[in-house]
């Protein structure tokens, strides 16, 4: 059994503990609602530009000057875009994610190649110490996080879409939906695809083979007459990379709000975990307190009833 000062100094680091992540839970709500405001405001503007993006791959294959952005090619090598947290301490937030990139891996080993970019230290830990391939690591873009950083990281990987490099991109991460529910989301970013998130839906990454992209999603009637000022080429030049950034910002704002929602909850179960281990320690110490009172007056009663 374990000493009154053993139980009391676990009954003061267990109360430590408890005001630690009282705290983190507290710092995180104060943090979410404004990753909440964030990605609320950035949402209709992303769906409406992703509903545009599409209705334009639609009619790529049929116009002769399709962008290049959004014409398909066989896929032989795809990147991935882990979107993670710098920090844990977040419940199954960083896990997930990991989890569901590794499956795109083995879903695809036929590939001839299939290469990480990271955004967060938690992901590129994990697949740098399985010796997988990271082509670079954006470190510490959450804390400069705006849409011209979003930008940067874009221009990058469309520069390797269009030199070659690649032949696909995809990006996988938490999209929030409330404080307490987070869901998993793997899409398609290149080429940009005819159908796909318009509705922040998981897109299903193709067992097998890449599934080619850009193909129609329904006749070309219901597509919408678009007419282009100055020039057609001159609005998809500037339009659609502008789209890749946008779904490469939203994101990353929906990982950032889906964070501090799941380590909100995390450290919400862990204070509540903590005020019943108190409870419990707490009635162990009063109960083995009671046994070492009781046996010294034992002790004596004893040694009374012995001096007679």
């Given at each position: 059994?374990?000493?009154?000062?053993?139980?009391?100094?676990?009954?003061?680091?267990?109360?430590?503990?408890?005001?630690?992540?009282?705290?983190?839970?507290?710092?995180?709500?104060?943090?979410?609602?404004?990753?909440?405001?964030?990605?609320?405001?950035?949402?209709?503007?992303?769906?409406?530009?992703?509903?545009?993006?599409?209705?334009?791959?639609?009619?790529?294959?049929?116009?002769?000057?399709?962008?290049?952005?959004?014409?398909?090619?066989?896929?032989?090598?795809?990147?991935?875009?882990?979107?993670?947290?710098?920090?844990?301490?977040?419940?199954?937030?960083?896990?997930?994610?990991?989890?569901?990139?590794?499956?795109?891996?083995?879903?695809?080993?036929?590939?001839?190649?299939?290469?990480?970019?990271?955004?967060?230290?938690?992901?590129?830990?994990?697949?740098?110490?399985?010796?997988?391939?990271?082509?670079?690591?954006?470190?510490?873009?959450?804390?400069?996080?705006?849409?011209?950083?979003?930008?940067?990281?874009?221009?990058?990987?469309?520069?390797?879409?269009?030199?070659?490099?690649?032949?696909?991109?995809?990006?996988?991460?938490?999209?929030?939906?409330?404080?307490?529910?987070?869901?998993?989301?793997?899409?398609?970013?290149?080429?940009?695809?005819?159908?796909?998130?318009?509705?922040?839906?998981?897109?299903?990454?193709?067992?097998?083979?890449?599934?080619?992209?850009?193909?129609?999603?329904?006749?070309?009637?219901?597509?919408?007459?678009?007419?282009?000022?100055?020039?057609?080429?001159?609005?998809?030049?500037?339009?659609?990379p502008q789209a890749v950034s946008i779904k490469l910002y939203r994101a990353l704002l929906e990982s950032v709000a889906s964070e501090h929602g799941a380590r909100m909850s995390a450290m919400e179960n862990a204070t509540s975990n903590a005020t019943d281990m108190i409870s419990s320690l707490s009635l162990t110490y009063n109960r083995t307190r009671q046994a070492v009172i009781t046996?010294?007056?034992?002790?004596?009663?004893?040694?009374?009833?012995?001096?007679?």
């Amino acid at each position: 059994m374990a000493s009154l000062r053993d139980i009391r100094k676990r009954i003061r680091s267990v109360k430590n503990t408890r005001q630690i992540t009282k705290a983190m839970k507290m710092v995180s709500a104060a943090k979410l609602r404004k990753a909440q405001d964030a990605i609320i405001a950035a949402r209709p503007y992303a769906q409406m530009l992703d509903q545009i993006i599409a209705d334009l791959a639609a009619r790529s294959a049929d116009e002769e000057m399709a962008h290049p952005l959004l014409v398909a090619r066989p896929v032989r090598r795809a990147e991935v875009v882990v979107l993670t947290s710098d920090r844990g301490l977040a419940g199954g937030f960083n896990s997930n994610v990991i989890r569901r990139a590794s499956r795109f891996l083995y879903e695809h080993r036929a590939l001839e190649k299939v290469q990480f970019s990271t955004v967060g230290r938690k992901g590129h830990d994990y697949f740098r110490q399985r010796g997988q391939t990271i082509r670079k690591d954006f470190g510490g873009l959450y804390q400069r996080l705006s849409y011209l950083s979003a930008k940067g990281v874009a221009e990058e990987l469309i520069a390797s879409f269009l030199n070659g490099e690649v032949d696909a991109v995809y990006v996988v991460y938490n999209e929030f939906i409330s404080a307490i529910s987070q869901r998993v989301v793997l899409t398609q970013m290149l080429p940009l695809q005819a159908f796909g998130p318009a509705s922040a839906e998981p897109v299903a990454a193709p067992t097998g083979a890449l599934a080619t992209p850009g193909a129609k999603a329904g006749p070309a009637s219901t597509l919408v007459d678009f007419k282009y000022e100055p020039s057609r080429q001159e609005v998809l030049d500037r339009l659609v990379p502008q789209a890749v950034s946008i779904k490469l910002y939203r994101a990353l704002l929906e990982s950032v709000a889906s964070e501090h929602g799941a380590r909100m909850s995390a450290m919400e179960n862990a204070t509540s975990n903590a005020t019943d281990m108190i409870s419990s320690l707490s009635l162990t110490y009063n109960r083995t307190r009671q046994a070492v009172i009781t046996k010294e007056l034992m002790e004596i009663v004893s040694g009374a009833e012995a001096l007679k």
